[in-house]
């Protein structure tokens, strides 16, 4: 691998340090990983199919977080998925961090229908050909969907055992598509958090909880502030970062 990398660390409450190898520019975990892995609840040894892992941000701190639990990151660009494997060695989680690396359109020949307790993503937030197009291809590749659209991240539910959760992070602007496409394919929403950027703006995140075969009924949950109107962080994402 010839491109610039950096190493960085990543705290979770619950969960401690991660250390992440990642590239310079480009694909690089951002807030919306961090919240995703907190939003998630893990239950007694969990198996977890991760796609779309990148470096394997959310994985790690699942694993350091739950420590019975069993992660399956699933990447499709061969970098990131050469830096997700370095990153679990790195942080010593080889025996419950067990990278797929397949292309999620093709994931049925690497593992079994049926196989995970939960699924944890974090799809690309824009239509293919909709707003500005990043020239860094791994970047390009996790904001817009290109060749696997969100139907297709949703598909995966068939690799859910009967009630297994599908966890995500997404944008409010297509909160309607995203329950249309998830109920069509018996995915029920049961937890749903807006993330607020600060009290007087609108959402800029949703992060959902989807459970596979349940009935109707959801709970909205209190709303996530990230910043103060001072700019600061506040108390709540002080302790979702460790501080």
């Known amino acids: 691998m010839t491109t610039l990398l950096t190493h960085d660390s990543i705290s979770l409450r619950g969960a401690g340090t991660v250390t992440i190898t990642q590239p310079a520019k480009g694909h690089r975990f951002t807030l919306d990983s961090?919240?995703?892995?907190?939003?998630?609840?893990i239950k007694h040894r969990d198996r977890i199919l991760e796609p779309g892992a990148g470096t394997?941000?959310?994985?790690?701190?699942?694993?350091?977080?739950?420590?019975?639990?069993?992660?399956c990151p699933l990447e499709v660009q061969p970098d990131l998925e050469e830096l997700c494997r370095r990153n679990i060695m790195?942080?010593?989680?080889?025996?419950?961090?067990?990278?797929?690396?397949?292309?999620l359109r093709y994931v049925e020949r690497s593992v079994q229908r049926g196989s995970f307790d939960m699924?944890?993503?974090?799809?690309?937030?824009?239509?293919?050909?909709?707003?500005?197009?990043?020239?860094?291809?791994?970047?390009?590749?996790a904001?817009?969907?290109?060749?696997?659209?969100?139907?297709?991240?949703?598909?995966?539910q068939k690799?859910?055992?009967?009630?297994?959760?599908?966890?995500?992070i997404f944008t409010p602007h297509r909160l309607e598509e995203l329950i249309t496409l998830m109920k069509s394919r018996k995915l029920g929403p049961k937890r749903i958090r807006f993330v607020h950027p600060r009290p007087d703006k609108p959402a800029?995140?949703?992060?959902?909880?989807?459970?596979?075969?349940?009935g109707p009924g959801s709970a909205i949950l209190p709303p996530l502030f990230v910043h103060e109107k001072n700019g600061g962080y506040t108390n709540e994402m002080k302790e979702i970062y460790g501080l």
């Open 34 to 41: 961090v919240l995703l892995a907190d939003f998630c609840r």
């Open 56 to 71: 394997g941000i959310i994985s790690l701190l699942l694993a350091k977080k739950f420590p019975l639990s069993e992660l």
């Open 90 to 103: 790195d942080n010593e989680l080889q025996d419950r961090v067990i990278p797929v690396g397949r292309d």
């Open 119 to 141: 699924i944890v993503a974090n799809p690309p937030f824009a239509k293919a050909g909709s707003g500005k197009v990043c020239p860094l291809t791994a970047r390009r590749t």
């Open 143 to 156: 904001r817009h969907e290109g060749e696997a659209p969100l139907e297709q991240w949703l598909d995966l």
């Open 159 to 168: 690799m859910l055992k009967n009630r297994g959760r599908y966890c995500l």
């Open 204 to 214: 800029s995140l949703v992060l959902m909880e989807a459970v596979k075969g349940a």
